[in-house]
Each structure stands twice: as C-alpha cells, then as structure tokens.
C-alpha cells in the first residue's frame, strides 16, 4: 500500500508553454500532498502544500501564479508550470501523506518524479 | 524555519566498513526525524527514523541516533555493501499525532560510495 504515481515521467517543451504535472495517490486517499523540486545534486526544496478542497500553501519565494497547484481530490493533486522558461527546468517531485496501519502518525510517500526540460 | 545541516556532502567507504551521516537542526520544537535513500532519478525513500521522544532506533544495519539537547541525530549503516550505495538525506519536521499538514526540512544530502 501507500502507493504514489506521477505522469508524466518526463517532459520536454518549448519555453513558453505550460506543462501539467498530475501526482495520483494510488491506494489511499491523501487530504495532503507536497511538491518539491530537485535540481541535479541538490536537496529537495519544499514548493508548496496541497490541500484537497482549498488553496495551496506555498513557501516563500515560491511564484504562485507561476506553479499553479490543484488537488480537486483526495487522490490527485496537478502542478502546472505555466509559462515555462530553461530556469524552470527540474525535477518535480510530489509527495502524499497517509496514516498507515497501525500506525499513530501519518507517513509521507514520495512518487517517482518527473523531469521537466525547457528547451 | 526550521535550517537542517548535513555533513559530510561525500563519504567514500570499502565494503564492510561503517558510515556515519550528521545532520543538526535549528528548531528545539522538530520532533520527527526521518532518513531518505535516493538513487539516481529516483524517488526518495524511507529507510528509517527517529520521534524525539526516542534517542535511539535500529534496524538491522541500520540505526539513528537522536540528542535533543545538542539538536543533533545522526545516520549509522553497518557493514555497508554496494547496493547502500546513494544519496541519502535527513529531515526534520514538527508533527503531531493526527495531522497530516507538516513538512519536512532536507538536509543537502550526503553521496555515499561503498567501493567493492
């Protein structure tokens, strides 16, 4: 279980377009899931929050209208890069929380990742 | 917020031998401390962690050690084998039982290299 997907796993576009990213909590329902971006050979940096059914929480620095960021589900949440320029070009990660069995704490589940190229 | 520190950025060890990853953190109110293993283009994944209530947790060769007061823990990997061979970070992040809502701090990730 905790199962968490990503499509597309990687994606090459032209400066300029947008580029949905979809995070699906495969079997379980996740009232939160986060976004983070990884350049090569760096740390994760936490991008913002999603909450189903409200409005992102982003981190400082992070240009909301710029990453926009819906989760209109308790399985799926989208990070759309809008107006993607060669700097937006990363590695976006999601992540989905969950409270396993058993357990008294929900654990964070991360999904594989997709490559982002802006040529 | 909460400032994660990890160090060493490499460690080169042989096969069999130990390796040991330090992380420290800024907010005394952290109380969740998890490890991430990720191999090249991949996910990151849980190999273990530490609630602040706990100063010590092992898992077959692996274990973690948390000091509250000095607001340190650190990674342990025994007998290390090729296969251990990744990035692997630290995080810390403030939770509590029954919210979902907290987020994790990353450390900048220690490379390590277990040579055959």
């Known amino acids: 279980g905790a199962v968490v997907s990503q499509h597309p796993s990687r994606v ?13 909590s495969l079997d379980f329902q996740a009232t939160t899931m986060f976004w983070y971006r990884q350049f090569p050979k760096q740390s994760l940096m936490l991008m913002a929050t999603s909450n189903e059914g409200s409005k992102a ?21 989208t990070l759309t890069v809008t107006s993607a320029h060669p700097e937006d070009s990363s590695f976006y ?18 999904g594989p990742g997709t490559r982002l190229t802006v040529l | 917020g909460e400032n994660v520190e990890q160090h060493p ?3 080169s060890v042989q096969e069999g ?23 090249l283009g991949k996910r990151p994944q ?15 060769r692996i274990a973690v050690t948390l000091n509250k007061t000095a607001k ?36 900048k990730g220690t490379l390590l290299t277990v040579n055959p």
Do not use: M
């Open chain 1, 57 to 77: 929480t982003y981190e400082q620095g992070v240009e909301k209208d710029k990453f926009l960021i819906n989760h209109a589900s308790l399985t799926l949440s």
């Open chain 2, 46 to 60: 849980l190999i273990i962690d530490i609630r602040s209530n706990v100063g010590e947790k092992k898992d077959q």
């Open chain 2, 72 to 107: 340190h823990f650190s990674l342990h990997i025994t007998e290390t084998q090729p296969e251990d061979s990744a990035v692997y970070f630290c995080a810390a992040s403030i939770r509590w039982s029954g919210g979902s809502n907290y987020k994790l701090t990353f450390g």
């Open chain 2, 17 to 39: 031998d130990s390796a040991v990853i330090k992380c420290t953190y800024s907010d005394s109110a952290s109380n969740y401390f998890p490890w991430y293993k990720q191999e």
């Open chain 1, 93 to 110: 990660i999601c992540s989905a929380s969950v409270r396993l069995a058993g357990s008294s704490y929900n654990e964070q589940f991360f």
């Open chain 1, 12 to 24: 090459i576009c032209k400066s300029g377009t947008s580029v949905k990213i979809e995070c699906r």
């Open chain 2, 9 to 11: 950025s490499t460690l």
